[in-house]
Protein backbone atom coordinates (compact mmCIF):
# COMPACT_ATOMS: atom_id res chain seq x y z
CA UNK A 1 0.00 0.00 0.00
CA UNK A 2 3.08 2.34 -0.96
CA UNK A 3 0.32 4.69 -2.57
CA UNK A 4 -1.42 5.63 0.62
CA UNK A 5 0.01 7.04 3.83
CA UNK A 6 0.04 4.85 6.77
CA UNK A 7 -2.17 7.41 8.35
CA UNK A 8 -4.90 7.41 5.30
CA UNK A 9 -4.90 3.56 6.03
CA UNK A 10 -5.54 3.93 9.46
CA UNK A 11 -8.73 6.51 8.73
CA UNK A 12 -10.03 4.44 6.16
CA UNK A 13 -10.37 1.25 8.21
CA UNK A 14 -11.26 3.32 11.34
CA UNK A 15 -14.45 5.24 8.76
CA UNK A 16 -15.47 1.37 7.85
CA UNK A 17 -15.77 -0.38 11.06
CA UNK A 18 -17.63 2.39 12.76
CA UNK A 19 -20.04 2.13 10.22
CA UNK A 20 -20.14 -1.92 10.17
CA UNK A 21 -20.66 -0.89 14.51
CA UNK A 22 -23.76 1.18 13.53
CA UNK A 23 -25.49 -1.12 10.93
CA UNK A 24 -24.25 -4.31 11.92
CA UNK A 25 -24.93 -7.11 9.77
CA UNK A 26 -27.38 -9.91 9.10
CA UNK A 27 -27.91 -12.38 12.05
CA UNK A 28 -27.75 -15.41 9.26
CA UNK A 29 -24.61 -13.99 7.74
CA UNK A 30 -23.17 -13.26 10.95
CA UNK A 31 -23.76 -16.41 12.30
CA UNK A 32 -22.85 -18.58 9.10
CA UNK A 33 -19.33 -16.75 8.86
CA UNK A 34 -18.75 -17.24 12.96
CA UNK A 35 -19.86 -20.95 12.41
CA UNK A 36 -17.90 -21.56 9.56
CA UNK A 37 -14.49 -20.28 11.45
CA UNK A 38 -14.65 -22.39 14.50
CA UNK A 39 -17.75 -20.74 16.52
CA UNK A 40 -20.35 -23.38 18.08
CA UNK A 41 -24.23 -22.41 17.86
CA UNK A 42 -24.14 -23.09 21.65
CA UNK A 43 -21.18 -20.72 22.29
CA UNK A 44 -23.20 -17.66 19.92
CA UNK A 45 -26.22 -18.34 21.41
CA UNK A 46 -24.36 -17.93 24.61
CA UNK A 47 -23.36 -14.22 24.15
CA UNK A 48 -25.35 -10.93 22.97
CA UNK A 49 -26.38 -11.47 19.40
CA UNK A 50 -25.04 -7.97 18.94
CA UNK A 51 -21.53 -8.86 19.52
CA UNK A 52 -20.60 -11.26 16.49
CA UNK A 53 -21.13 -9.70 12.82
CA UNK A 54 -18.96 -12.19 10.69
CA UNK A 55 -16.02 -10.09 10.90
CA UNK A 56 -13.49 -12.69 12.46
CA UNK A 57 -11.41 -15.23 10.45
CA UNK A 58 -11.31 -17.98 13.76
CA UNK A 59 -12.15 -18.92 17.31
CA UNK A 60 -9.06 -18.02 19.02
CA UNK A 61 -10.71 -18.63 22.69
CA UNK A 62 -10.65 -22.21 21.76
CA UNK A 63 -7.32 -22.94 21.77
CA UNK A 64 -6.20 -20.05 24.39
CA UNK A 65 -6.71 -22.70 27.46
CA UNK A 66 -7.71 -19.74 29.64
CA UNK A 67 -8.44 -20.18 33.41
CA UNK A 68 -9.99 -18.59 35.62
CA UNK A 69 -8.67 -15.64 37.12
CA UNK A 70 -6.73 -14.73 34.33
CA UNK A 71 -6.36 -11.38 32.39
CA UNK A 72 -6.63 -11.28 28.81
CA UNK A 73 -6.39 -8.57 26.39
CA UNK A 74 -8.26 -8.68 23.02
CA UNK A 75 -6.95 -6.67 20.31
CA UNK A 76 -9.51 -5.55 17.67
CA UNK A 77 -11.92 -6.39 19.53
CA UNK A 78 -15.44 -4.79 17.63
CA UNK A 79 -18.71 -6.08 19.49
CA UNK A 80 -16.82 -8.30 22.08
CA UNK A 81 -17.96 -11.36 20.78
CA UNK A 82 -13.88 -12.99 21.65
CA UNK A 83 -14.09 -10.86 25.19
CA UNK A 84 -17.61 -12.41 26.06
CA UNK A 85 -16.19 -15.96 25.49
CA UNK A 86 -13.47 -15.12 27.41
CA UNK A 87 -15.16 -13.66 30.23
CA UNK A 88 -17.04 -17.03 30.75
CA UNK A 89 -13.86 -19.15 31.19
CA UNK A 90 -11.96 -16.84 33.15
CA UNK A 91 -14.79 -16.03 35.61
CA UNK A 92 -15.34 -12.97 37.77
CA UNK A 93 -11.93 -13.42 39.16
CA UNK A 94 -10.68 -12.47 36.12
CA UNK A 95 -10.34 -9.44 33.72
CA UNK A 96 -11.18 -9.24 30.59
CA UNK A 97 -10.45 -6.07 28.31
CA UNK A 98 -11.20 -5.72 24.76
CA UNK A 99 -9.31 -2.72 22.96
CA UNK A 100 -10.88 -1.52 19.87
CA UNK A 101 -9.98 1.72 17.78
CA UNK A 102 -13.45 2.98 16.77
CA UNK A 103 -15.74 4.72 18.98
CA UNK A 104 -18.32 3.05 17.43
CA UNK A 105 -17.38 -0.40 18.07
CA UNK A 106 -16.75 0.21 21.77
CA UNK A 107 -20.23 2.10 22.42
CA UNK A 108 -21.92 -1.10 20.92
CA UNK A 109 -19.51 -3.23 23.07
CA UNK A 110 -20.24 -1.69 26.05
CA UNK A 111 -24.08 -1.97 25.23
CA UNK A 112 -23.69 -5.64 25.08
CA UNK A 113 -21.77 -6.24 27.78
CA UNK A 114 -24.08 -3.57 30.07
CA UNK A 115 -26.92 -5.66 29.01
CA UNK A 116 -25.06 -8.73 30.31
CA UNK A 117 -24.30 -7.32 33.70
CA UNK A 118 -20.47 -7.40 32.90
CA UNK A 119 -18.57 -4.44 33.82
CA UNK A 120 -15.01 -3.29 34.90
CA UNK A 121 -12.84 -4.55 36.12
CA UNK A 122 -14.18 -7.96 35.54
CA UNK A 123 -14.99 -7.00 31.48
CA UNK A 124 -13.44 -3.58 30.29
CA UNK A 125 -13.69 -2.06 26.39
CA UNK A 126 -11.39 0.59 26.12
CA UNK A 127 -10.94 2.71 22.66
CA UNK A 128 -7.69 2.81 21.92
CA UNK A 129 -5.60 2.87 18.08
CA UNK A 130 -3.28 -0.26 17.58
CA UNK A 131 -1.03 1.98 16.32
CA UNK A 132 -0.14 3.89 19.22
CA UNK A 133 0.93 2.43 22.88
CA UNK A 134 -1.51 0.49 24.33
CA UNK A 135 -3.14 2.03 27.35
CA UNK A 136 -1.80 -1.28 29.25
CA UNK A 137 0.76 -1.74 31.85
CA UNK A 138 3.78 -4.06 31.34
CA UNK A 139 4.05 -7.41 32.36
CA UNK A 140 -0.02 -7.16 33.15
CA UNK A 141 -1.54 -9.53 30.30
CA UNK A 142 -1.75 -13.74 30.55
CA UNK A 143 -3.12 -14.18 27.40
CA UNK A 144 -3.51 -11.81 24.17
CA UNK A 145 -6.10 -12.73 21.73
CA UNK A 146 -6.63 -11.07 18.20
CA UNK A 147 -9.03 -12.23 15.31
CA UNK A 148 -8.85 -10.90 12.19
CA UNK A 149 -7.34 -7.29 12.86
CA UNK A 150 -3.68 -7.52 12.70
CA UNK A 151 -3.82 -7.50 8.90
CA UNK A 152 -5.47 -4.29 8.72
CA UNK A 153 -3.09 -2.34 10.25
CA UNK A 154 -0.27 -0.95 8.01
CA UNK A 155 3.45 -2.31 8.01
CA UNK A 156 4.81 0.09 10.53
CA UNK A 157 1.55 -0.64 12.63
CA UNK A 158 2.12 -4.04 12.10
CA UNK A 159 5.88 -3.90 13.56
CA UNK A 160 4.95 -1.77 16.40
CA UNK A 161 1.90 -3.87 17.64
CA UNK A 162 4.05 -6.73 18.32
CA UNK A 163 6.30 -4.66 20.73
CA UNK A 164 3.35 -3.49 22.33
CA UNK A 165 2.09 -7.52 22.85
CA UNK A 166 5.46 -8.66 23.91
CA UNK A 167 5.76 -5.43 26.72
CA UNK A 168 2.31 -6.37 28.29
CA UNK A 169 2.40 -9.93 28.06
CA UNK A 170 3.72 -11.09 31.84
CA UNK A 171 6.52 -13.52 31.79
CA UNK A 172 4.89 -16.38 30.38
CA UNK A 173 2.18 -15.23 29.05
CA UNK A 174 0.89 -16.24 25.75
CA UNK A 175 -0.44 -15.35 22.48
CA UNK A 176 -3.20 -16.61 20.12
CA UNK A 177 -4.40 -14.52 17.08
CA UNK A 178 -5.90 -15.77 14.26
CA UNK A 179 -5.06 -13.82 10.98
CA UNK A 180 -5.55 -13.49 7.01
CA UNK A 181 -1.88 -14.70 5.56
CA UNK A 182 -1.30 -13.85 1.78
CA UNK A 183 -0.12 -17.47 0.35
CA UNK A 184 1.87 -15.44 -2.18
CA UNK A 185 3.10 -11.57 -2.94
CA UNK A 186 -0.03 -10.07 -3.79
CA UNK A 187 -0.38 -8.30 -7.31
CA UNK A 188 -0.84 -4.38 -6.88
CA UNK A 189 -4.32 -5.01 -8.51
CA UNK A 190 -5.16 -6.33 -4.47
CA UNK A 191 -2.88 -4.42 -2.87
CA UNK A 192 -3.02 -1.34 -3.68
CA UNK A 193 -6.99 -1.57 -4.12
CA UNK A 194 -8.37 -0.20 -0.99
CA UNK A 195 -11.39 -1.92 -1.36
CA UNK A 196 -9.15 -4.73 -0.44
CA UNK A 197 -7.34 -3.56 2.08
CA UNK A 198 -10.36 -2.30 4.24
CA UNK A 199 -11.55 -5.96 3.32
CA UNK A 200 -8.76 -7.75 5.13
CA UNK A 201 -6.70 -8.97 1.90
CA UNK A 202 -4.91 -6.20 0.80
CA UNK A 203 -2.81 -5.42 3.80
CA UNK A 204 -1.87 -9.40 4.09
CA UNK A 205 1.97 -10.42 4.35
CA UNK A 206 3.18 -14.05 4.08
CA UNK A 207 4.26 -16.24 7.13
CA UNK A 208 7.78 -15.65 6.24
CA UNK A 209 7.53 -11.90 6.77
CA UNK A 210 4.96 -12.10 9.82
CA UNK A 211 7.64 -14.20 11.18
CA UNK A 212 10.11 -11.83 11.15
CA UNK A 213 7.92 -9.27 12.94
CA UNK A 214 7.68 -11.20 15.50
CA UNK A 215 11.04 -12.45 16.39
CA UNK A 216 12.21 -8.69 15.84
CA UNK A 217 9.40 -7.83 18.84
CA UNK A 218 11.08 -10.80 20.90
CA UNK A 219 8.85 -13.90 20.30
CA UNK A 220 10.97 -17.35 19.59
CA UNK A 221 9.59 -20.41 17.85
CA UNK A 222 6.24 -18.55 16.69
CA UNK A 223 3.70 -21.29 15.38
CA UNK A 224 1.58 -20.82 12.19
CA UNK A 225 -1.46 -23.65 11.25
CA UNK A 226 -3.15 -23.08 8.62
CA UNK A 227 -7.33 -23.04 9.49
CA UNK A 228 -7.75 -24.60 6.10
CA UNK A 229 -11.23 -22.56 6.11
CA UNK A 230 -12.84 -21.51 2.97
CA UNK A 231 -12.42 -17.67 2.76
CA UNK A 232 -14.92 -17.36 0.19
CA UNK A 233 -17.58 -18.17 2.78
CA UNK A 234 -17.92 -13.97 3.67
CA UNK A 235 -19.05 -14.32 -0.94
CA UNK A 236 -21.28 -17.09 -0.01
CA UNK A 237 -22.71 -16.22 3.01
CA UNK A 238 -23.95 -12.92 1.62
CA UNK A 239 -26.45 -14.87 -0.16
CA UNK A 240 -28.02 -15.11 3.81
CA UNK A 241 -27.96 -12.11 3.90
CA UNK A 242 -26.22 -8.20 3.54
CA UNK A 243 -22.63 -8.69 4.62
CA UNK A 244 -20.96 -5.99 6.22
CA UNK A 245 -18.81 -3.35 4.29
CA UNK A 246 -15.74 -5.15 5.10
CA UNK A 247 -13.57 -8.29 5.77
CA UNK A 248 -13.62 -9.76 2.77
CA UNK A 249 -16.73 -9.85 1.54
CA UNK A 250 -16.91 -6.23 1.39
CA UNK A 251 -19.23 -5.20 -1.72
CA UNK A 252 -20.03 -1.40 -0.94
CA UNK A 253 -16.80 0.10 -0.46
CA UNK A 254 -16.38 3.16 -2.92
CA UNK A 255 -12.92 3.03 -4.18
CA UNK A 256 -11.18 4.55 -7.84
CA UNK A 257 -10.44 1.07 -8.40
CA UNK A 258 -13.16 -1.07 -10.12
CA UNK A 259 -12.10 -4.47 -9.17
CA UNK A 260 -14.63 -6.23 -7.57
CA UNK A 261 -13.54 -8.55 -4.42
CA UNK A 262 -16.84 -10.95 -5.84
CA UNK A 263 -14.45 -11.80 -8.66
CA UNK A 264 -11.39 -13.00 -7.26
CA UNK A 265 -11.24 -16.71 -5.72
CA UNK A 266 -10.21 -15.51 -2.27
CA UNK A 267 -8.35 -18.72 -1.37
CA UNK A 268 -6.00 -18.35 -4.15
CA UNK A 269 -4.51 -15.02 -2.84
CA UNK A 270 -4.86 -15.80 1.21
CA UNK A 271 -5.60 -18.49 4.32
CA UNK A 272 -6.51 -18.13 7.19
CA UNK A 273 -4.22 -19.06 10.14
CA UNK A 274 -3.90 -19.30 13.67
CA UNK A 275 -0.52 -17.84 15.83
CA UNK A 276 0.78 -19.09 18.88
CA UNK A 277 3.64 -17.55 20.34
CA UNK A 278 4.87 -17.27 24.19
CA UNK A 279 6.69 -14.58 25.59
CA UNK A 280 10.04 -15.90 27.47
CA UNK A 281 9.76 -17.26 31.32
CA UNK A 282 13.26 -15.76 32.17
CA UNK A 283 12.16 -11.93 32.71
CA UNK A 284 12.30 -11.27 36.41
CA UNK A 285 10.87 -7.62 36.25
CA UNK A 286 7.58 -7.29 38.36
CA UNK A 287 4.07 -8.42 37.59
CA UNK A 288 1.22 -5.72 37.26
CA UNK A 289 -1.93 -6.71 39.03
CA UNK A 290 -3.89 -3.62 37.34
CA UNK A 291 -3.80 -3.71 34.04
CA UNK A 292 -5.11 -0.98 32.67
CA UNK A 293 -2.75 2.30 32.79
CA UNK A 294 -6.01 4.32 33.72
CA UNK A 295 -8.68 2.61 35.24
CA UNK A 296 -11.41 5.29 33.58
CA UNK A 297 -10.56 4.67 30.16
CA UNK A 298 -12.97 1.89 30.52
CA UNK A 299 -15.60 4.34 30.83
CA UNK A 300 -17.43 6.80 28.85
CA UNK A 301 -15.58 10.18 28.63
CA UNK A 302 -17.80 12.70 30.39
CA UNK A 303 -19.83 15.49 28.11
CA UNK A 304 -20.91 17.64 30.61
CA UNK A 305 -19.42 20.98 31.06
CA UNK A 306 -21.03 23.01 33.20
CA UNK A 307 -21.34 21.41 36.86
CA UNK A 308 -21.06 23.71 39.65
CA UNK A 309 -18.65 23.92 42.99
CA UNK A 310 -19.25 24.77 45.77
CA UNK A 311 -16.87 25.87 48.59
CA UNK A 312 -16.84 23.61 51.88
CA UNK A 313 -18.62 27.03 53.50
CA UNK A 314 -21.28 27.06 51.24
CA UNK A 315 -22.25 23.42 51.46
CA UNK A 316 -21.94 24.07 55.21
CA UNK A 317 -24.63 26.57 54.81
CA UNK A 318 -26.82 24.44 53.09
CA UNK A 319 -29.80 22.52 54.78
CA UNK A 320 -28.87 18.88 54.78
CA UNK A 321 -31.40 16.01 55.48
CA UNK A 322 -32.62 13.08 53.89
CA UNK A 323 -34.78 14.64 51.05
CA UNK A 324 -33.41 17.85 50.39
CA UNK A 325 -29.47 16.74 49.46
CA UNK A 326 -27.79 13.42 49.25
CA UNK A 327 -23.87 13.59 49.71
CA UNK A 328 -21.74 11.02 47.72
CA UNK A 329 -18.40 10.15 48.86
CA UNK A 330 -16.72 8.67 46.03
CA UNK A 331 -13.38 8.14 47.34
CA UNK A 332 -10.69 5.80 46.70
CA UNK A 333 -9.46 5.04 49.67
CA UNK A 334 -11.27 5.67 53.32
CA UNK A 335 -8.90 8.14 54.74
CA UNK A 336 -8.66 6.30 58.02
CA UNK A 337 -12.62 5.51 57.97
CA UNK A 338 -13.19 9.28 57.75
CA UNK A 339 -15.79 11.15 55.37
CA UNK A 340 -18.17 13.89 55.28
CA UNK A 341 -21.18 13.42 58.28
CA UNK A 342 -23.91 12.01 56.17
CA UNK A 343 -22.24 10.90 53.15
CA UNK A 344 -23.56 7.76 50.87
CA UNK A 345 -19.79 5.83 50.56
CA UNK A 346 -18.95 3.65 47.15
CA UNK A 347 -16.71 3.10 44.68
CA UNK A 348 -16.97 5.37 41.31
CA UNK A 349 -17.36 2.54 39.13
CA UNK A 350 -20.28 1.17 41.22
CA UNK A 351 -21.81 4.26 40.77
CA UNK A 352 -21.35 4.56 36.77
CA UNK A 353 -22.23 0.42 36.39
CA UNK A 354 -26.00 1.09 38.37
CA UNK A 355 -26.46 4.66 37.53
CA UNK A 356 -30.39 3.53 36.78
CA UNK A 357 -30.73 2.43 40.11
CA UNK A 358 -29.01 4.90 41.86
CA UNK A 359 -31.30 7.52 39.68
CA UNK A 360 -34.14 6.18 41.38
CA UNK A 361 -32.81 7.13 45.16
CA UNK A 362 -31.52 9.98 44.32
CA UNK A 363 -34.02 11.78 41.84
CA UNK A 364 -36.06 12.77 44.75
CA UNK A 365 -33.87 14.98 46.35
CA UNK A 366 -33.05 18.86 45.50
CA UNK A 367 -29.71 18.64 45.02
CA UNK A 368 -26.43 16.02 44.58
CA UNK A 369 -23.07 16.60 46.37
CA UNK A 370 -19.83 14.78 45.24
CA UNK A 371 -16.74 14.49 46.63
CA UNK A 372 -13.93 12.74 46.54
CA UNK A 373 -10.03 13.30 48.44
CA UNK A 374 -9.70 16.27 46.68
CA UNK A 375 -12.39 16.47 44.23
CA UNK A 376 -10.41 16.77 41.19
CA UNK A 377 -10.55 12.98 39.86
CA UNK A 378 -13.81 10.75 40.87
CA UNK A 379 -15.74 13.12 42.10
CA UNK A 380 -16.13 15.01 38.95
CA UNK A 381 -16.29 12.11 37.19
CA UNK A 382 -19.40 11.01 38.67
CA UNK A 383 -20.93 14.32 38.75
CA UNK A 384 -20.62 14.47 34.93
CA UNK A 385 -21.86 10.64 34.74
CA UNK A 386 -25.02 11.42 36.20
CA UNK A 387 -25.49 15.04 34.29
CA UNK A 388 -24.83 12.81 31.06
CA UNK A 389 -27.50 9.99 32.08
CA UNK A 390 -29.63 12.88 32.76
CA UNK A 391 -29.08 14.66 29.70
CA UNK A 392 -29.18 11.29 27.77
CA UNK A 393 -32.59 10.04 28.99
CA UNK A 394 -34.13 13.09 29.19
CA UNK A 395 -34.99 12.89 32.60
CA UNK A 396 -35.50 15.89 35.46
CA UNK A 397 -32.98 15.52 38.53
CA UNK A 398 -31.61 16.87 41.44
CA UNK A 399 -29.03 19.62 40.90
CA UNK A 400 -25.98 18.18 40.47
CA UNK A 401 -23.03 19.62 42.74
CA UNK A 402 -19.05 19.27 43.23
CA UNK A 403 -17.33 19.74 46.72
CA UNK A 404 -14.85 22.02 46.08
CA UNK A 405 -11.11 20.54 47.25
CA UNK A 406 -12.94 17.64 48.33
CA UNK A 407 -12.75 15.89 51.67
CA UNK A 408 -9.02 17.05 52.82
CA UNK A 409 -10.64 20.81 52.44
CA UNK A 410 -13.77 19.97 54.35
CA UNK A 411 -11.64 18.30 57.05
CA UNK A 412 -9.17 21.40 57.66
CA UNK A 413 -12.24 23.72 57.79
CA UNK A 414 -14.76 21.80 59.35
CA UNK A 415 -13.21 19.20 62.11
CA UNK A 416 -15.79 18.99 63.76
CA UNK A 417 -18.60 17.97 60.51
CA UNK A 418 -16.03 14.84 60.10
CA UNK A 419 -17.51 11.15 60.99
CA UNK A 420 -15.42 8.29 61.25
CA UNK A 421 -17.19 5.06 59.67
CA UNK A 422 -17.09 1.56 61.06
CA UNK A 423 -18.49 -0.47 58.57
CA UNK A 424 -16.61 -1.84 55.91
CA UNK A 425 -15.80 0.82 53.21
CA UNK A 426 -15.92 -0.74 49.95
CA UNK A 427 -13.27 -0.29 47.81
CA UNK A 428 -12.80 0.52 43.89
CA UNK A 429 -11.48 -2.54 42.56
CA UNK A 430 -9.01 -0.05 40.89
CA UNK A 431 -7.60 1.61 44.00
CA UNK A 432 -5.38 4.31 42.82
Known amino acids: MAKY ?13 SSIAKAGAAPTYASEVAQSFGYTREQLESIPKNSHMGLGCGNPTVTATLKPGETVLDLGSGGGIDIFLAASKIGLEGKAIGLDMSADMIKRARANAGMRGLFPPNVSFVQCSLTDTLPIESNSIDCVLSNCVINLLPQSGKNH ?17 DDIIAKVELPSVIRDNMKHYISCIGGAIQVHEYNEIMKSAGFKDSMFVDSVADLNIYLMAADAGPAPAAC ?23 ASYQIYAMKPNNSVEAICATPLTKWWDAFPAV ?3 NIARI ?15 SVIDVQAGDYDR ?5 SHHLPAQTFHNQLPAFHEQLSGADSVVFYCGDSVGRAPRCAGWYQDFLAANDVPGPQVLILEGGFRRWAAEFPGEVESVDSAYERDPYHM
Open 161 to 177: IFKEIYRVLKPGGRLVL
Open 303 to 305: QAT
Open 5 to 17: TDEFLVERVNEAY
Open 311 to 325: SPAEFAAMPRDNTGM
Open 248 to 270: CGSNSINTETSVETADIDLNQWA
Open 338 to 342: SHVKG
